[in-house]
C-alpha cells in the first residue's frame, strides 16, 4: 500500500454567512468561500480561485508531477478543518514548494466542509472528541465546476483512514483521464 499523509489541518475558510448546501456533486460550481492560506493569512476566494483553471481539492497530496503531467492539473489544494498557522507549519513540515503545485490551506470554523457536506458526523468519531472535522474526499474541478468527487467512508471506517484507496492520486489520476477521454 502507498504511504499517505493524514490531514489534521487544510483549507482555513472563514466565512460568517455560508449557506449549508445539500452534498456537492458532480456539475456543481465551487462555493464563493473566503479560504485562508499561509499565516498570517490571505483570503481567497475559492470559487474566482478555481476559475479558469483544473484543479483538485483534496486531503492528501501524492503524485503530484504525474497529475500536472498527465492531466493538466494546475493546482491541488490540501484542506482539512484548521487553521492557516497549522496548515503552514505542517505544509513546511512536508517540504511542500510553497510555489509548488501544492497548496495547504486550512477551514478553521468548518465553513467549506459543510458547504460541500463533507462533515465528519458519524458518532464513532464523536464519541471520541473528533467533532466539525472533514470527511476523507478528493473532487475534480475544472474552471470552479465539480467534474468528479470520490469519498473514502464505509459504515465500518467512517474517517477513511483504513480505506482511502478511491481518494489517492492513481485512483484520481484514472477518473481524471477516463473524464477527459468521456468528453472526447
Same mark, same amino acid.
Given at each position: 500500500?502507498?504511504?499517505?499523509?493524514?490531514?489534521?489541518?487544510?483549507?482555513?475558510?472563514?466565512?460568517?454567512s455560508v449557506p449549508l448546501a445539500a452534498s456537492v456533486k458532480v456539475g456543481d460550481k465551487l462555493p464563493s468561500i473566503d479560504l485562508h492560506h499561509g499565516f498570517p493569512?490571505?483570503?481567497?476566494?475559492?470559487?474566482?480561485?478555481?476559475? !479558469?483553471?483544473? +484543479?483538485?481539492?483534496? *486531503?492528501? @497530496? /501524492?503524485?503530484?508531477? #504525474?497529475?500536472?503531467?498527465?492531466?493538466?492539473?494546475?493546482?491541488?489544494?490540501?484542506?482539512?478543518?484548521?487553521?492557516?498557522?497549522?496548515?503552514?507549519?505542517?505544509?513546511?513540515?512536508?517540504?511542500?514548494?510553497? !510555489?509548488?503545485? +501544492?497548496?495547504?490551506? *486550512?477551514? @478553521? /470554523?468548518?465553513?467549506? #466542509?459543510?458547504?460541500?457536506?463533507?462533515?465528519?458526523?458519524?458518532?464513532?468519531?464523536?464519541?471520541?472528541?473528533?467533532?466539525?472535522?472533514?470527511?476523507?474526499?478528493?473532487?475534480?474541478?475544472?474552471?470552479?465546476?465539480?467534474?468528479?468527487?470520490?469519498?473514502?467512508?464505509?459504515?465500518?471506517?467512517?474517517?477513511?483512514?483504513?480505506?482511502?484507496?478511491?481518494?489517492?492520486?492513481?485512483?484520481?489520476?484514472?477518473?481524471?483521464?477516463?473524464?477527459?477521454?468521456?468528453?472526447?
Open positions: 500500500m502507498m504511504r499517505f499523509l493524514r490531514p489534521l489541518a487544510l483549507l482555513v475558510a472563514i466565512a460568517s493569512p490571505k483570503k481567497i476566494d475559492l470559487a474566482s480561485y478555481a476559475t !479558469n483553471k483544473a +484543479i483538485i481539492l483534496v *486531503g492528501l @497530496p /501524492e503524485l503530484q508531477n #504525474t497529475l500536472k503531467e498527465k492531466a493538466g492539473i494546475d493546482e491541488i489544494i490540501i484542506y482539512c478543518v484548521n487553521d492557516g498557522a497549522v496548515m503552514k507549519a505542517w505544509a513546511e513540515d512536508q517540504m511542500i514548494d510553497p !510555489n509548488g503545485i +501544492i497548496q495547504f490551506m *486550512g477551514d @478553521p /470554523e468548518g465553513a467549506l #466542509t459543510r458547504s460541500l457536506d463533507m462533515e465528519l458526523i458519524h458518532p464513532g468519531p464523536h464519541s471520541v472528541g473528533i467533532i466539525g472535522r472533514c470527511k476523507r474526499f478528493a473532487l475534480y474541478a475544472v474552471n470552479g465546476e465539480v467534474k468528479y468527487l470520490a469519498v473514502s467512508e464505509r459504515d465500518d471506517d467512517p474517517a477513511g483512514d483504513d480505506y482511502p484507496e478511491d481518494t489517492l492520486a492513481e485512483a484520481m489520476l484514472d477518473a481524471i483521464l477516463k473524464h477527459k477521454y468521456d468528453e472526447l
